[in-house]
């Protein structure tokens, strides 16, 4: 019985801890929650993304997988900061929070083939 009553008053003190520390004890709110997270795959082959359009939701978490199955390509997205070089035959991957909404160009930046200027997609952020 000693055991019972100890075990609900520590009970209690936690949720009174968690009352005057403003934490939320029962439920989260929508803007408390963890944003989504998405894994994603891209594939670079004869100077084209595949798929060429991404779409996510403003504040989601991405992992971005790019598989190259010829040549090094590079990824970039300008307003993202992100550049990242792929190998000829290889795989990069890295992970960003899509935090700006709009619709934004990706591409490959690399000079050694003027067919690299033409390889483009684009990353729709929705906002919330």
Do not use: K
Request: charged share 25%; net charge positive; aromatic share 8%.
């Amino acid at each position: 019985m000693a055991l019972l009553r100890r075990r609900v008053g520590l009970l209690l003190l936690s949720a009174g801890a968690c009352v005057l520390a403003r934490l939320p004890f029962a439920d989260l709110s929508a803007q408390d929650q963890a944003p989504n997270r998405h894994e994603l795959s891209l594939v670079a082959r004869d100077f084209r993304w595949t798929p060429n359009r991404i779409e996510l939701s403003q504040n989601d978490l991405v992992r971005l997988t790019i598989r190259s199955e010829d040549i090094a390509y590079s990824f970039a997205i300008d307003e993202y900061r992100i550049v990242r070089r792929v190998p000829a035959g290889g795989t990069t991957s890295f992970e960003f929070r899509a935090d700006r909404p709009g619709t934004f160009r990706f591409y490959s930046n690399l000079t050694s083939d003027r067919a690299h200027a033409d390889m483009q997609g684009q990353l729709i952020v929705r906002p919330q």
